[in-house]
């Protein structure tokens, strides 16, 4: 397998259309799963992919929000699972700011049955990482980030993987200056586009500190990045993939990728 994201879920907070934003960092070797989605939608997907959980070597979270948390209970769930009946080697490590891996230990200890929760501490490992610290997992060298939040504390990171590739994502909210120094002139730049900048009056997105596919677009030359991901978009049709390209063209040259549900992209 060569080094891909797979999207599970490429929408907003309630989308009808497609699911919640939710990707695999993928290396021949192994995965980083990035936020979980928001519910057991996450777990049927990879189910149906026929998706060897033994890959998901690590878990980044984000932030604590219902629609990139939940679905990362499911996830650990079912490997715990795995790992009781003996199909999964080694440790699983899921990352995160301090106070939102104390939210994951207080959701599964509550919430899990006893025997997966008892892996906890021995297997399934709760890696609090600060800002700016850099760390292994899945095969990446990963330098997490604060994005500066308004609304709740949350984490984005730069990836750079074994050939020099760098992948940042900048989390679900506007960029902030701050983060420059980790965003500058990555390979891949994933960003959320709530919705077309034409479509601001009937979205507000600015009222609920979310971008739209212009903004990104002026962050990505800004920034230098070669390649633009959008996603966490509100429900647009089937056209959505064309607008949204269009949109950020208008102000950067670069490439531009809006994925669908259940698309892969090869670094």
């Not at 994201?5 to 070797?29: H, K, S, V």
Request: one cysteine or more.
């Amino acid at each position: 397998m060569s080094t891909s994201i797979l999207f599970l879920g490429t929408g907003d907070a309630m989308p009808m259309l497609r699911y919640n934003t939710c990707w695999l960092l993928e290396q021949p070797e192994a995965s980083l799963l990035v936020d979980g989605g928001g519910g057991l939608e996450t777990v049927k997907r990879l189910h149906r992919l026929n998706y060897d959980l033994n890959r998901i070597r690590a878990i980044f979270l984000t932030h604590g929000h219902t629609d990139h948390l939940l679905g990362a209970i499911w996830v650990l769930r079912s490997i715990g699972q795995q790992m009781r009946r003996g199909g999964y080697e080694g440790e699983l490590r899921v990352l995160a700011h301090r106070e939102l891996c104390e939210l994951v230990d207080t959701i599964c200890r509550t919430s899990l049955n006893g025997p997966v929760y008892d892996l906890f501490g021995s297997r399934i490992l709760l890696c609090p990482v600060e800002d700016g610290e850099t760390v292994a997992a899945a095969g990446l060298t990963l330098t997490a980030f604060d994005i500066h939040s308004v609304k709740l504390r949350q984490f984005g990171f730069r990836a750079l993987l074994p050939d020099g590739t760098s992948v940042v994502t900048l989390g679900d909210e506007p960029f902030q200056e701050d983060c420059r120094p980790y965003a500058e002139g990555a390979d891949w730049l994933l960003s959320e586009a709530f919705c077309l900048y034409e479509d601001r009056e009937r979205y507000h997105p600015y009222r609920i500190s979310h971008a739209t596919a212009l903004d990104a677009g002026r962050n990505a030359a800004s920034l230098n990045a070669k390649n633009l991901v959008l996603y966490h978009t509100r429900d647009y049709g089937a056209d959505r993939r064309e607008r949204f390209t269009a949109e950020a063209q208008s102000v950067f040259s670069g490439n531009i990728w809006v994925p669908e549900d259940l698309e892969r992209i090869n670094l």
